[in-house]
């Protein structure tokens, strides 16, 4: 199979496209395989990292403000939309793909609207219960749009074709409990790790300043920070002016984290948003305290996490009511109750989906 996958912004509209892409080459090695994103962000760094040549183009997605500042910025970013298409035209004549697939963000726009206007086979994937603003324009041009979350077709209304397959997860988390891993720490304490996605989120990150105070002075257990790459200065200045280590004992900082699978075979716990990690944490059984970010279209992440909550697979604290101590407080206490944390697991192991990659992998091959 050719195929161009399209997507990105956040590591959550492109970690999809890597786990087709993964699949269909395992099903039909000797297949082609291309990303599309916007120049500068996270997409480029994980193409390199899983070999796989991109398409960049300078994008930037539309903006919410209703000032004059902000309608500049849409009318940039729309002007930017319609250059990469154009640009996309060409490069799609040139390598000729089986089929062009989005996985969400306005990173995915350019190449797969190009494609469907050049007449070739498209779809588009939408990892959250509510789809965003580059899916729901898409669904209307592309050959079939796939579905995580059955409540979601009512929202693409236009929609050539749906179909309901789950969120892709990589093969390496989803058997990630079958494999040996070195431990996160050494010192034998419980581990909790938290990550506020590909990029990070600046307010989030100011709380655990003050969580990894508590962490260094209580030694209750292990905390691996992961700042994201545009937080990680101002991070660790941060805390080494407060008097925290941050690359030994029971408390780390990284910028991004590359084995995932590693991370949550090992984690006691994790603290995180409510994007397409939560299908990584239901793939690999990882409990978790979720704050979803309430900056999202439609606040879709709550929508997202709420799901799992009612399956008790995860603890919601809303960003409003997330302070450092009740951060500390509630991972504390459910590393405190094993048998709690056992169950929440086996809930969100509950919750995942395994054959969504086969079923991603027939329904490109129906197109």
Known sequence: MKIVFAGGGTAGHVNPALAVAGYICQKEPGSQVWLSGGKGNIEEKLAQK?????????????????SLAGLKQTAKALLDMQKATGACKKILADIRPDVVMGTGGYASFPMVRAAAQLGLKTAVLEVNATPGVATKQLAKRVDCTMLSFAETEALVPGARRTVLTGSPVREEILTCRQREYPPLFDNGLPTVVCFWGSVGAKYMNEKMLKVAELVTRRQQFNLLQVSGASHYGWM???????GVVTDRGNFRLTDYLYDMDRVLAKADLVICRAGGTLSELCAAGTP??????????????????RIL??????RVITEGESTPELL???????????EVLAEMGKNARAKAQP????????TLKSL
């Open 50 to 66: 899983a070999s796989y040549p991109i398409y960049t183009f300078p994008l930037k997605g539309l903006s919410r403000a209703k």
């Open 309 to 314: 909550e009612a399956a008790g697979a995860v």
């Open 288 to 305: 978790a305290i979720v704050v979803p970010s309430p900056y999202v279209a439609e606040n879709h992440q709550e929508k997202n996490a």
């Open 328 to 338: 500390y407080d509630t991972a504390w206490s459910l590393l405190q109750a094993p």
């Open 355 to 362: 054959d969504v990659l086969e079923h991603i992998y027939q």
């Open 236 to 242: 660790k200045e941060a805390l080494t002016k407060a």
